[in-house]
């Protein structure tokens, strides 16, 4: 407790020094005559809800844009320029770790459109990440260095409350954000009235909101859920993004029935459908057999000389692809054994019935000698272990390395671009979930991460403009614009009363799922990725997950006579057979380590080093080159994570906090589904 008063007295110091020394941005300063009018709060909030907070609508003093016009257009292109000072906006993306993939849009089509109609810009260039710290140390920082940004993404602590650091958006978000309070209301009444850890308070407005096709079923309960389930099909067996992506040239020489790619899309375009055998063509169903499969690769790439785009040797895969080891023991580990929703942190143990550390288990010590081996082997390069994540990037999309997984798709684009007769595919191992490791799943529509606001950057009279930006993506013309573009982006056309994209590069990414990359090129939602709001780096999606009702693959699909290849992608799922199993339960918070970073001193001094010192450490174990040096490595990090605060009193402490402030989540761990 006292080094939390410490940190916030350093905190309140530094900020106060700051708003002392310092005027607010010089972008946002500069207000002229011609400011946006906020909506008048009669006709926009009903009567019975204005009583729910004490915010003032701001006077307004020049152009008018409110909610009512933008809420009544079917197109942004419908709306008028704005005329009012420009704001320039830095993000800070408070969960980010330094990753090296920054795409940019040459023909972004998004974001100069919301400049025209609201003023506003994103600074990618300057915007930034954690660079591989905690959120804390990252704060710290900030602090000191007097240089908070105007934008914060996932970045809301105790900490940033108590110093008074950002907005309190709780009585503004029904005058300047109405649709997206509406739509709170509606979808996600508990979420809206538990706030911020309980309190009711808002201190960010929740991005990316909705639940696949079950959001689409709440929005319009009407909707064919069977037929246009490719919005969101159900979530695969061991949660998502539960499949390998394989070189289909080296897997069919592993296993001749396992089809190619094209084989695939073949098969999708004759029958519209993939049968569970057809999914699960790759026989693993054991983690033995998981094992196994890396050991035979590596002896076919030997056997058959098979080299990279490049050249250069291939290897099974990279144990390592820079930044941390999430993406090995978060995702792959989880694959091997099927634990769903396991990130070897603190988790809940339903057979001790206590909260644990996953990475001071014997079995997970195992585990991890698993993918030492792997290193040890051959299977993948010792050399990975010191890789960025770009050079990872660039070594898989030459094809160096016949497997990824996680998030790291590979891409497809550079591939055929390179000319090689190769693709990398999807590969679903037969391998069933353990109901021991569920995690609680809420049953109302959710969001992921939010977008907050900083005081000492951002005007009040500039929070309602922001708010209103953001609010304008929950409208329909604001679903369409970050899924179409504007008319005037001339990207589209009307035939027989239904969009159509005049760019085939556009129809066939966003429509029939072709990986060519064109929603990047034109900043473009998918109903893969979810909305975006406009900005290269780091990206945050906002609105109705996948551009909802207004996604191009839900009107396509209204037209639809013929099967696409690209659509086999969406199709090639296991959840459609075997579902992910999840708790009935809504629950406030779980048990992720991060839920006690703002209570208990112990989590938070091991989190804030996590990032520079336990992950190295855990690296470490993955490079050791025999099993004493193995066991030396293993110690050494657990002795680490204890020093630093992660002790046996500390999970004590953090599960006794748990239990008492949210008695339903535990109760939902402890049923288990």
Not at 393 to 409: D, I, P, Q, T
Not at 433 to 445: H, S
Not at 528 to 536: D, F, V
Request: proline share 4%; hydrophobic share 40%.
């Amino acid at each position: 407790m006292k080094k939390r008063l410490f940190f916030l007295a350093v905190i309140a110091i530094v900020l106060a020094l700051f708003l002392a020394a310092c005027g607010r941005n010089n972008d946002n300063d500069e207000q002229d005559d011609q400011q946006d009018t906020p909506p008048q709060q009669e006709t926009i909030v009903d009567e019975d809800e204005q009583d729910e907070g004490d915010a003032t609508a701001i006077e307004p003093t020049g152009q008018v844009l409110t909610a009512e016009l933008y809420g009544s257009v079917s197109d942004s292109s419908e709306l008028p320029d704005w005329t009012g000072t420009q704001i320039n906006l830095r993000v800070w993306n408070g969960h980010g770790t330094g990753d090296a993939v920054r795409h940019r849009s040459a023909r972004d089509v998004v974001s100069p459109e919301i400049q025209r109609i609201f003023g506003i810009t994103l600074d990618a260039e300057n915007s930034f990440d954690n660079a591989g710290q905690d959120l804390h140390a990252r704060l710290a920082i900030l602090a000191a260095t007097r240089d908070f940004p105007e934008l914060g993404f996932n970045v809301v602590t105790d900490d940033l409350i108590a110093g008074n650091v950002i907005y309190d958006l709780t009585d503004l978000i029904p005058i300047y954000a109405p649709n997206y309070y509406a739509f709170m209301r509606t979808h996600a009444p508990r979420n809206w009235e538990s706030g911020f850890g309980g309190t009711g308070r808002h201190y960010d407005i929740l991005v990316n909101v909705g639940n696949n096709a079950d959001a689409i079923r709440q929005i319009h309960p009407y909707v064919d859920i069977e037929r246009y389930s490719h919005i969101g099909r159900p979530t695969d067996t061991l949660g998502n993004l539960s499949n390998l992506y394989v070189r289909d040239d080296i897997l069919t020489l592993m296993f001749p029935e396992a089809r190619t790619m094209a084989q695939l899309e073949e098969l999708y375009v004759q029958q519209g459908y993939f049968t569970r055998e057809q999914v699960f063509d790759v026989p693993v169903r054991t983690q033995e057999e998981f094992i196994q499969f890396f050991y035979t690769m590596h002896d076919v790439i030997d056997e058959h000389g098979i080299v990279a785009a490049n050249g250069m040797p291939v290897y099974p895969l990279a144990v390592f692809q820079g930044g941390d080891n999430w993406a090995t023991f978060a995702w792959l580990n989880n694959l091997m054994s099927g634990k769903a929703s396991f990130n070897y942190f603190t988790f809940f143990n339903r057979q001790t019935q206590s909260l644990e550390v996953g990475f001071m288990q014997d079995w997970f010590k195992e585990e991890m000698r698993v993918f030492n081996n792997f290193v040890r082997d051959g299977i993948s390069p010792a050399s990975s272990l010191i890789e960025n994540n770009e050079m990872f990037n660039n070594r898989l999309n030459a094809g160096e390395y016949a497997v990824s997984f996680a998030w790291m798709e590979p891409n497809h684009a550079i591939i055929e671009a390179s000319g090689v007769d190769w693709r990398f595919r999807p590969v679903f191992f037969d391998i069933p979930q353990r109901t021991d490791f569920i995690l609680p799943y809420g049953n109302e529509i959710h969001g992921w991460d939010g977008i907050s606001i900083f005081k000492d950057q951002v005007s009040e009279e500039d929070v309602r403009r922001i708010l209103m930006w953001i609010d304008f993506l929950y409208t329909d013309a604001g679903q369409r614009l970050v899924s179409w573009g504007p008319a005037t982006a001339g990207i589209w056309e009307y035939v027989d009363g239904q969009r159509r994209f005049t760019v085939p590069e556009l129809e066939q990414n966003l429509v029939f799922n072709v990986e060519n990359n064109a929603h990047i090129e034109f900043n473009l939602a998918t109903t893969r990725y979810g909305a975006h709001i406009p900005l290269n780096f780091p990206t945050m999606p906002v609105g109705i997950q996948g551009g909802g009702l207004q996604a191009p693959r839900f009107i396509y699909d209204l037209l639809e006579t013929e099967r696409s290849p690209g659509g086999a992608r969406s199709a090639f799922r296991t959840g459609i057979f075997d579902p992910h199993v999840t708790t009935r339960e809504t629950v406030v918070t779980s048990a992720n380590i991060w839920a006690f970073t703002d209570h208990i001193d112990g989590v938070q001094s091991f989190w804030t080093v996590r990032g520079t010192g336990f992950e190295p450490l855990m690296t470490r174990v993955l490079a050791a080159q025999s099993d004493a040096e193995f066991e030396t490595a293993y110690y050494a990090m657990i002795e680490f994570a204890e020093m630093h605060g992660l002790t046996e009193e500390t999970i004590k402490e953090a599960e006794a906090w748990w239990r008492e402030n949210f008695p339903n989540c535990v109760r939902a761990y402890e049923i288990g589904y």
